[in-house]
């Protein structure tokens, strides 16, 4: 690359989260969500508050899985009552959206609610929680977006997202609507 010529991306942070108190950030080659200080007028503003692991990272997890829960490769890590929600890009091969319950007394992750698109979307996606409850799950690889209602994967509807000039997606690398990349 020209621009940084020698450049490594070790984390490849892919989607910042953030209110008030708290900040999460994504780090895909790192398969880890971090929690960081988010508080503007605190003097640790910054600082890790916690590491959520997925699948083989090279960071140390604070928190430990209650069930066989795992994800790797992930975009789009956001802070959802009780948990998070992400994409998990890799998992068993098949890309899902994904909630995660997370207890910070017991450092306890579980897996909530999880949506498979049916393939791998190495690339980006997202995960959209709607008023409903259904959830909106989006896969730039395939250029499309899944509705799933909640406890049961069932999609309600998809639909393949193109752009007026026939080519996939709505940016410059085409995709879906969905995490940054």
């Known amino acids: 690359d020209q621009i940084y010529p020698g450049a490594n991306d070790w984390s490849h942070a892919n989607s910042i989260w953030r209110n008030n108190t708290e900040i999460l950030l994504s780090l895909r080659f790192q398969n880890s969500v971090l929690s960081l200080n988010g508080d503007l007028e605190s003097s640790d503003f910054g600082e890790v508050n916690w590491i959520l692991g997925g699948s083989g990272s090279d960071l140390d997890s604070d928190f430990q899985w209650s069930d066989q829960g795992v994800f790797e490769g992930q975009h789009d890590a ?12 890799n998992s068993s091969n098949q890309s899902r959206g994904l909630l995660l319950d997370l207890d910070t007394s017991t450092m306890q992750v579980s897996e909530r609610e999880s949506w ?3 393939e791998t979307c190495n ?3 997202a995960v959209f929680l709607l008023e409903n409850g259904n959830a909106l799950v989006t896969c730039a690889t395939a250029s499309m977006i899944y509705e799933f209602s909640p406890g049961n994967n069932q999609e309600v509807w998809s639909s393949n997202i193109t752009c007026e000039s026939g080519g996939p997606g709505g940016g410059p690398g085409g995709g879906s609507p969905g995490g940054m990349s």
């Open 78 to 89: 956001q802070r959802i009552e009780g948990g998070i929600s992400l994409f998990d890009n």
């Open 116 to 118: 498979s698109v049916g």
């Open 123 to 125: 690339d980006e996606g």
